[in-house]
């Protein structure tokens, strides 16, 4: 009875507890609020509580072994809090309408009502519900201009890497951009050919015709080609991503919804290791050519989207095999987008574990822009070489800038024109990536972490100053070799928690008047293991920070042996900076170190002259090894390569006409000769011609018109020096032999002579001659092939009988171009305990036993069973007791289900009066 008592003292207790205090109700965001108010039913991501995420790159080395057991923890306790919300919803008579359920990551992607999406706040599981947002091809809509991007080629094409291409789909039967791979319909996943980059061909969107989308939208599989064409050793992996939106524009768009990318990234993630659909490609990067124009184009990370989780989570899995790093994680290029925006890029390359990749010109002469700023104000744009273009999203969260103007989706051919973009730089430095990665492997027989191979790309990048702030200019005439011997990061080696309340996001935050520092600690055995001497040859900081002015940093470095350095970062015009001090911005800012020993404390400190609160993201001390001989960068401007300094302002390209040349930051830049004088200026609008006569070194407008040093004008065209002439390769512009005609190009190899029946076609005294013959055999018995000159390989259905290599089917013909019809062997024996089926191999038939439930005849027995082919008898019934209506529980139930209904009529009497 004392028991039954406390039972009703507990139940008076909590019934009074929830009459009095009403729970703190759940608030949407003013971004879904927005969205209910358009619409009732909501495209949503939800973020589920997770315990494996950490906002530092793990410090822990995982063997492959430790890696998957984790990944099998992950889907296992990801699975279970999906399955309680699931059921926590439907007791309450809500069924979730799931659109994507992310097996390894601790999201899900539903339509909700608002009611639902409250609803599932209320729920402790939840940790955040976010609105789908749309994403479109970062593709500049402005005209696109011809041009033939002649790029060096490397000798080694990123053999043993593969990148998957979160895009539109790809079109691997079209042979103008994947001559070698196979004809539509007739892809067969993991294809062994050498010739076909497309190794997988995967669609995430339910509901999505690919082929349709296909042949409306070539943009993935420009992206693709561009790849292949820097790194055509490389492997692809093709994700479709995107959906055709009907209401996007006047006639329609492909665009992308955020869920949609979790899933393919999602589907990156989980498909890894042995066993599963990506364990035979060693994917080293993720290429993203999509942006959205994030809400009020804030310039700080986006690190708190849905879409950071699985980009974080792809940069941090890496393992280790005896200490050394075997897989370093796969780095994710994302398109900076093209809104013109000039403190702010596109989400999701707003977040920070992101390759955040800008478009810029790589060549003089004829490539002129114009673009609507972020005001609304048109700008007319005639870029240089390294000047980021109008139309990139630009800001110090922009890694790498890479060309993007009048890019060619495919090697020397410009049957489609050229494209601009950011979805175009992207790709480019992607595949250079793949390069370097697996340059490096077989240099070492491993690949490089990510962390210093990001680190490496910056310092083999040219530094650019541009729209008043600097970057990395990725060039791919750069040779893929690190300029530095060893580096050291400074703990954390990268936090990405900017968004989070955390301890380690406070331990990276510069306040005014309070110091932050870092020390790195280099000892001799260190040293000694990375090859590093034991005096310094040369120095520079590796720094990525989150800042709203630059000017207010100010940074400190003292050297075991006492030297110090102080100097304030530069004023710009955007937020943020990722880059290396000393190549990047402030050449020799770090000399004063050459010379001092290295082993020792390093000491680095961060100091903030204002209230605006910095992030220190990540930062590493770089070495180079003593006796460094300086190479001064072309023109000799800027990183001797040594920590020391080329040129401080005026320099020479050895061409007048071109206007008076000047340091910036770097490299050499010309300016114009209208400047100096405008008389000079011939009004044809032909970039190639002036009035300037280069012999005389002046304006000559009596003189006539002239083509300027470099350039060739043919058929009223200008061609830059080298660049080939459009219906045949083999010869080019060579501006110092004739500036009017094209001339033999003895460095011309390949070909293009327009007859689809030949391949490998090669260039002999300027003649684009015939290579060998296609091969247009389909392995298919149901087709006759041939090949026409014009059309390529043709494959006509046959219509007679066939062998499909099944001995349960009988009889088949050929139909469609297919192997079908007949009549299939059909086995069957009437019993419920054997698995019935047909062999393949001999046609006869099968009877496996099985262990099914079944019924045995007899009402009396329960559970009955399958055994050895038979239904075997379960346990007989049995009788039942029940208790009386004076047991204590009996009354505890009672009063619990009337405590229930009381608790109910009251939410519901709140309801009604709200």
């Given at each position: 009875m004392c028991v039954f008592s406390k039972k009703i003292s507990l139940l008076a207790f909590g019934f009074l507890f929830f009459f009095t205090f009403d729970l703190e109700a759940a608030v949407l965001s003013p971004e879904l609020e927005k969205a209910f108010a358009a619409g009732p039913l909501q495209r949503v991501i939800v973020s589920l509580k997770d315990e494996f995420y950490s906002p530092v790159k793990s410090e822990k080395k995982l063997t492959y072994k430790e890696r998957v057991a984790r990944r099998k923890q992950m889907r296992a306790a990801y699975k279970k809090e999906k399955d309680e919300l699931k059921a926590a919803m439907k007791s309450k008579g809500e069924e979730l309408k799931i659109i994507h359920e992310y097996s390894i990551l601790p999201m899900m992607a539903l339509n909700v009502t608002r009611a639902q999406a409250l609803l599932l706040l209320d729920n402790p599981l939840v940790e955040q519900i976010e609105a789908d947002k749309k994403a479109a091809p970062a593709i500049s809509e402005a005209a696109d201009f011809v041009g033939v991007a002649d790029y060096q080629q490397y000798t080694h094409g990123?053999?043993?890497?593969?990148?998957?291409?979160?895009?539109?789909?790809?079109?691997?039967?079209?042979?103008?951009?994947?001559?070698?791979?196979?004809?539509?319909?007739?892809?067969?996943?993991?294809?062994?050919?050498?010739?076909?980059?497309?190794?997988?061909?995967?669609?995430?969107?339910?509901?999505?015709?690919?082929?349709?989308?296909?042949?409306?939208?070539?943009?993935?599989?420009?992206?693709?080609?561009?790849?292949?064409?820097?790194?055509?050793?490389?492997?692809?992996?093709?994700?479709?991503?995107?959906?055709?939106?009907?209401?996007?524009?006047?006639?329609?768009?492909?665009?992308?919804?955020?869920?949609?990318?979790?899933?393919?990234?999602?589907?990156?993630?989980?498909?890894?290791?042995?066993?599963?659909?990506?364990?035979?490609?060693?994917?080293?990067?993720?290429?993203?050519?999509?942006?959205?124009?994030?809400?009020?184009?804030?310039?700080?990370?986006?690190?708190?989207?849905?879409?950071?989780?699985?980009?974080?989570?792809?940069?941090?899995?890496?393992?280790?095999?005896?200490?050394?790093?075997?897989?370093?994680?796969?780095?994710?290029?994302?398109?900076?987008?093209?809104?013109?925006?000039?403190?702010?890029?596109?989400?999701?390359?707003?977040?920070?574990?992101?390759?955040?990749?800008?478009?810029?010109?790589?060549?003089?002469?004829?490539?002129?822009?114009?673009?609507?700023?972020?005001?609304?104000?048109?700008?007319?744009?005639?870029?240089?070489?390294?000047?980021?273009?109008?139309?990139?999203?630009?800001?110090?969260?922009?890694?790498?800038?890479?060309?993007?103007?009048?890019?060619?989706?495919?090697?020397?051919?410009?049957?489609?024109?050229?494209?601009?973009?950011?979805?175009?730089?992207?790709?480019?430095?992607?595949?250079?990536?793949?390069?370097?990665?697996?340059?490096?492997?077989?240099?070492?027989?491993?690949?490089?972490?990510?962390?210093?191979?990001?680190?490496?790309?910056?310092?083999?990048?040219?530094?650019?100053?541009?729209?008043?702030?600097?970057?990395?200019?990725?060039?791919?005439?750069?040779?893929?070799?690190?300029?530095?011997?060893?580096?050291?990061?400074?703990?954390?080696?990268?936090?990405v928690g900017i968004d989070e309340d955390t301890a380690e996001e406070s331990r990276n935050r510069i306040y005014k008047d309070r110091t932050l520092v870092r020390t790195v600690t280099i000892t001799e055995a260190n040293a000694d293991q990375l090859m590093l001497s034991s005096k310094v040859g040369g120095m520079y900081l590796s720094v990525d920070l989150v800042v709203p002015h630059l000017k207010n940093i100010?940074?400190?470095?003292?050297?075991?042996?006492?030297?110090?350095?102080?100097?304030?970062?530069?004023?710009?015009?955007?937020?943020?900076?990722?880059?290396?001090?000393?190549?990047?911005?402030?050449?020799?800012?770090?000399?004063?170190?050459?010379?001092?020993?290295?082993?020792?404390?390093?000491?680095?400190?961060?100091?903030?002259?204002?209230?605006?609160?910095?992030?220190?993201?990540?930062?590493?001390?770089?070495?180079?090894?003593?006796?460094?001989?300086?190479?001064?960068?072309?023109?000799?401007?800027?990183?001797?390569?040594?920590?020391?300094?080329?040129?401080?302002?005026?320099?020479?390209?050895?061409?007048?006409?071109?206007?008076?040349?000047?340091?910036?930051?770097?490299?050499?830049?010309?300016?114009?000769?209208?400047?100096?004088?405008?008389?000079?200026?011939?009004?044809?609008?032909?970039?190639?011609?002036?009035?300037?006569?280069?012999?005389?070194?002046?304006?000559?407008?009596?003189?006539g018109k002239k083509t300027l040093k470099g350039y060739c004008l043919i058929d009223?065209?200008?061609?830059?020096?080298?660049?080939?002439?459009?219906?045949?390769?083999?010869?080019?512009?060579?501006?110092?032999?004739?500036?009017?005609?094209?001339?033999?190009?003895?460095?011309?190899?390949?070909?293009?002579?327009?007859?689809?029946?030949?391949?490998?076609?090669?260039?002999?005294?300027?003649?684009?001659?015939?290579?060998?013959?296609r091969d247009c055999d389909d392995d298919n018995i149901c087709t006759e092939d041939s090949c026409d000159s014009k059309l390529g390989c043709v494959h006509i259905n046959l219509d007679t009988t066939c062998d499909d290599g099944n001995a349960c089917t009988l009889g088949e013909r050929c139909i469609d171009g297919k192997c079908s019809g007949g009549d299939r062997i059909f086995c069957d024996d009437n019993n419920i305990c054997t698995n019935d089926s047909c062999d393949p191999e001999s046609g006869k038939c099968l009877f496996v036993n099985n262990e099914l439930p079944c019924d045995d005849g007899n009402a009396e027995t329960v559970g009955d069973k399958c055994y050895k082919g038979a239904c075997v008898p379960g346990k007989k019934k049995s009788g039942c007791s029940c208790r009386g209506g004076d047991d204590p529980s009996a009354i505890f139930g009672a009063f619990t289900v009337l405590f229930l209904l009381a608790l109910f009529m009251r939410r519901k009497g709140e309801i009604s009066a709200k």
């Open positions: 990123g053999a043993g890497t593969a990148i998957a291409i979160l895009d539109t789909p790809v079109q691997y039967w079209n042979k103008d951009y994947f001559p070698g791979c196979f004809e539509k319909g007739k892809f067969v996943p993991d294809s062994t050919s050498t010739k076909c980059p497309i190794k997988k061909w995967i669609n995430v969107v339910d509901g999505t015709d690919v082929e349709e989308l296909a042949a409306k939208s070539d943009h993935g599989s420009i992206v693709a080609a561009t790849v292949n064409a820097i790194a055509p050793e490389a492997q692809i992996i093709a994700i479709n991503v995107f959906h055709w939106d009907s209401t996007a524009g006047k006639t329609g768009a492909p665009m992308s919804y955020n869920s949609d990318q979790i899933a393919g990234l999602n589907y990156v993630l989980d498909n890894l290791e042995a066993g599963h659909d990506l364990a035979a490609y060693n994917i080293m990067a993720v290429n993203m050519s999509l942006s959205g124009k994030r809400t009020d184009n804030p310039s700080t990370p986006c690190n708190g989207i849905a879409t950071k989780k699985p980009i974080w989570n792809l940069y941090n899995d890496d393992y280790y095999v005896e200490g050394q790093m075997i897989f370093p994680g796969i780095a994710t290029f994302i398109a900076a987008g093209n809104d013109g925006l000039a403190n702010s890029v596109g989400e999701p390359s707003c977040v920070s574990a992101a390759f955040t990749v800008g478009a810029q010109f790589y060549r003089s002469g004829g490539d002129t822009y114009s673009c609507t700023l972020e005001n609304g104000t048109n700008y007319k744009q005639h870029g240089e070489p390294g000047d980021i273009a109008c139309f990139s999203n630009r800001n110090g969260l922009v890694d790498i800038v890479a060309p993007g103007v009048n890019i060619l989706y495919a090697k020397g051919t410009d049957s489609e024109g050229a494209h601009s973009g950011t979805s175009f730089a992207s790709p480019l430095a992607a595949a250079s990536y793949l390069l370097y990665q697996a340059a490096y492997h077989e240099e070492r027989g491993i690949y490089d972490d990510i962390i210093w191979a990001e680190q490496l790309f910056k310092t083999m990048s040219q530094p650019i100053y541009s729209f008043g702030s600097y970057y990395s200019q990725f060039n791919l005439k750069n040779e893929l070799t690190p300029h530095w011997s060893a580096g050291f990061p400074l703990s954390p080696r990268y936090a100010t940074i400190s470095i003292t050297s075991p042996d006492g030297t110090f350095v102080r100097f304030p970062l530069p004023d710009t015009t955007t937020a943020n900076f990722n880059g290396i001090i000393g190549r990047t911005i402030l050449p020799g800012a770090l000399q004063s170190f050459n010379g001092k020993k290295v082993h020792g404390t390093w000491n680095i400190e961060f100091h903030n002259n204002s209230d605006e609160v910095a992030y220190l993201m990540m930062a590493s001390l770089l070495f180079v090894n003593d006796g460094c001989q300086p190479a001064c960068d072309m023109f000799s401007c800027g990183d001797n390569l040594c920590g020391g300094i080329c040129g401080v302002s005026s320099c020479d390209d050895d061409v007048y006409c071109n206007g008076a040349e000047h340091c910036r930051y770097g490299s050499c830049h010309s300016g114009n000769i209208s400047e100096v004088d405008p008389n000079c200026e011939d009004g044809d609008e032909l970039p190639c011609t002036s009035y300037c006569n280069e012999g005389l070194r002046k304006c000559d407008v009596a003189g009223n065209t200008c061609y830059k020096e080298g660049e080939r002439k459009p219906d045949n390769a083999c010869q080019s512009c060579q501006s110092t032999i004739s500036q009017t005609t094209f001339i033999v190009d003895k460095y011309a190899t390949t070909c293009e002579n327009g007859d689809l029946c030949t391949m490998d076609d090669y260039c002999n005294t300027g003649v684009c001659m015939p290579g060998v013959s």
